[in-house]
């Protein structure tokens, strides 16, 4: 069984930043991309960053893009994503989630194995 654990959030001023952290456990050799959603109170779960597994192509949400960063160490199985100049917006569950599919996708029914979800917290 696919195991996806998320680690790093907490509360945090406007301005300021954290890293996440998402430990795989048992991945196989199928997944191809690895992303990070999140999902604040009300709304529906949203794409803010992903990654293929094994190459170097990322992609961001219009939102994020030029504060966050997704990145992975393969030898430890885990995926980061550092978040800088966060906002009260930014405030969300961050998830982590990995997909079997070749082609990496924005959307979060596509992707096959999640984690139990993060709080991040930004006050302004």
């Known amino acids: 069984q696919v195991l996806l654990v998320e680690s790093g959030g907490g509360l945090v001023q406007a301005g300021g930043s954290l890293r996440l952290s998402c430990a795989a456990s048992r991945l196989p050799s199928s997944v191809y991309t690895m992303g990070w959603f999140r999902q604040a109170p009300g709304k529906e779960r949203e794409f803010v960053a992903a990654m293929y597994w094994r190459g170097s192509s990322t992609y961001y949400a219009d939102s994020v893009k030029g504060r966050f960063t997704i990145s992975r160490d393969n030898a430890k199985n885990t995926m980061y994503l550092q978040m800088n100049s966060l906002k009260p917006e930014d405030s969300a569950v961050y998830y982590c989630?990995?997909?079997?599919?070749?082609?990496?996708?924005?959307?979060?029914?596509?992707?096959?194995?999640w984690g139990q979800g993060t709080q991040v917290t930004v006050s302004s």
């Open positions: 989630a990995a997909d079997r599919a070749i082609d990496l996708s924005m959307t979060a029914a596509h992707y096959d194995y």
